[in-house]
């Protein structure tokens, strides 16, 4: 009877040892058991971006003539003190606003295209205490540039080529030019003049996984500092 418990006993061990390294070998690799839920489903496993991180833009300079391309780079810190997921700073989950200093009114910042977002795990990057995630958005200095409208036309026209099947799309870009780069969008302005630009960044789903059951995902809307752009002619 004692064999038999022992045995019992020895068969049990080697089934738990069995399933730690089974979990082990599944999670040496924690990004592929990484998906994503809305956080209204598990809204324990988000934490408002305002208590996580800290937003800041910067360019690499303060003034910029009609027709440049300003380059509004993004920088989002961890404050956590512990680690927690945070989305990429892409569009669209990131927004760009811009006031006229003179006027005190919205400056339009129009898109080129609608970009619609697929929400996957690699959406989001794993940031430890104190580490950054970076990002950058081009923006034309004015909607009325000279080529750039013709460059719309061309690439609507190609759009509607792909949407018929007349023509692929890659290879398009490619024979037409339209990896020239225009930026992310363009600043309407009637004027040269002053502007406050800002950046949110917004986020309302959380990553879940069976190898970090205890990570949470910043969640909610962070504002970014406001950077001052003279436009000249």
């Known amino acids: ?30 990004p592929a058991r990484r998906g994503t839920i809305d956080l209204k489903a598990r809204p324990r496993l988000g ?26 780079d993004l920088a989002i810190l961890s404050t956590a003190r512990a680690p927690v997921f945070m989305h990429k700073l892409l569009v669209p989950s990131i927004t760009l606003n811009a006031r006229n200093d003179r006027g005190g009114g919205e400056a339009g910042i129009r898109a080129y295209t609608t970009i619609l977002e ?44 792909v949407h018929q099947n007349q023509a692929n799309y890659q290879k398009g870009l490619f024979e037409r030019d339209l990896f020239v780069n225009w930026g992310d969008a363009c600043l309407a302005l009637q004027q040269p003049g002053s502007f406050t630009i800002t950046v949110e960044q917004t986020n309302d789903h959380v ?16 504002r970014s500092n406001p950077l001052a752009i003279t436009i000249i002619e």
Do not use: D, W
């Not at 408002?48 to 303060?62: G, H, L, P, Q």
């Not at 104190?130 to 719309?152: D, K, P, R, T």
């Not at 990553?207 to 962070?222: D, F, K, L, N, W």
């Open 1 to 30: 009877m004692r064999s038999v418990m022992m045995l019992v006993i020895m068969a049990m061990l080697l089934g738990a040892h069995q399933t730690v390294n089974s979990q082990t070998r599944r999670c040496q690799e924690p």
């Open 47 to 72: 934490v408002e971006y305002s208590s996580m991180a800290t937003f800041k833009i910067a360019s690499r300079k303060n003034t910029y003539h009609i027709g440049e391309m300003i380059s509004v």
């Open 118 to 161: 697929g929400i996957v795990p690699q959406a989001y990057e794993l940031l430890q205490p104190s580490e950054i995630i970076l990002g950058s958005f081009q923006l034309l200095a004015g909607c009325n540039v000279e080529g750039l409208s013709a460059f719309a036309q061309v690439r609507n026209k190609l759009n509607e080529e």
């Open 207 to 222: 990553i879940v996984s069976p190898c970090e059951p205890g990570i949470r995902t910043a969640v909610g809307t962070i």
